[in-house]
């Protein structure tokens, strides 16, 4: 079990800290249920077990921040504020979703909340954070641009190109490698002459250093540490959360490349019992409280898969709907000259 250290964080950051993992893991064994329903179609991708990342990082993020995800971004959506309805209904393809329903599972995105996808191409949104940050650095902004991704995009040669320039131009870029060993099917060590990712982050001239993803209180540090220093002019700062997936890699994944027992041993080091019963046993929280952030994010999943059936379908009359332009008119002709 982990060996939790409150260390510059007080009881209700921590009692937050695990509410915020609860509404992540309910609402993703909802969406695995609703997968075998055939409620939500296509790819999905989820994110049980490494739910102390995006709670420790969301947590030290301001609403002024930019958030980028992966496409296992429903629990970094969902604790940026976007309402769980627009979420679920995007995840059913209905028009009240945060995409319109054009999106789905993997494109999630909102951008009155600052949160740029969902992004289904690996390493493909590392150059748009880096675009966020300077766009925010000519106009005199100010904020931080939070970037996850995971261990196989620094494969990518987006990854080489994101944090070269980042660093030359000295962005406000928070990157956020969630390391859960396993590109698809691929483990670290067979991907990567050189798994120390910081080390090799490092080599962009940056900050760059490794912290336990299982641990969220140690994330939250991390986090509140890295945007500290970014806001402070810094530049640009790498950060490693050693994490894992429960679940295979997506719900057509067999997940044949580990085995159970490895599984089994991370399961050991699930980080919302853990949390929980550390809580209870430092008297920093009581069962009815855990109890009552259980029963909130149960009823909130509730309302939002409610919602997301009773949402309706985009009108055929919209398919073509940011996908060709308008047709151009004579008056229309010239117009932008």
Sequence with gaps: MNCFR??????????????????????????????????????????????????????????????LATYREHGHALLRGVPAESIMAEMFGKATGCSGGRGGSMHLFDAERRFYGGNAIVGGHLPLAVGLA???????????????????????????????????????????????????????????????????????????WAVDGMDPLEVARAARHATGMITAGSGPVFVEFQTYRFRAHSMFDPDLYRST????????????????EWLVEHGRADDIEIAARWEAARSETDRAAAAAEAGPLEPLEGLTDHVTAPARTPDRIGAGR
């Design 134 to 208: 300077l766009a925010d650095k000519m106009v005199g902004r100010t904020g931080v641009t939070a970037c996850f991704f995971g261990e196989g995009a620094m494969a990518e040669g987006e990854f080489h190109e994101a944090l070269n320039m980042a660093a030359l131009w000295n962005l406000p870029v928070l990157f956020c490698c969630e390391n859960n060993r396993y590109a698809m099917g691929t483990s670290l060590e067979s991907s990567e002459s050189q798994v120390d990712l910081a080390i090799k982050a490092a080599a962009y001239s940056m900050p760059a």
């Design 261 to 276: 027992e490895e599984v089994d041993q991370w399961k050991q080091r699930d980080p919302i019992p853990a949390l929980a």
């Design 6 to 67: 409150l260390d510059g964080l007080d009881d209700a950051t921590a009692l937050e800290l695990l509410g915020d993992m609860i509404r992540i893991r309910v609402f993703e064994e909802r969406c695995a249920e609703l997968y075998a329903d055939a409620k939500i179609r296509g790819f999905l991708h989820l994110y049980i077990g490494e739910e102390a990342v995006a709670a420790g990082v969301m947590s030290a993020l301001t609403p002024d921040d930019n958030v």
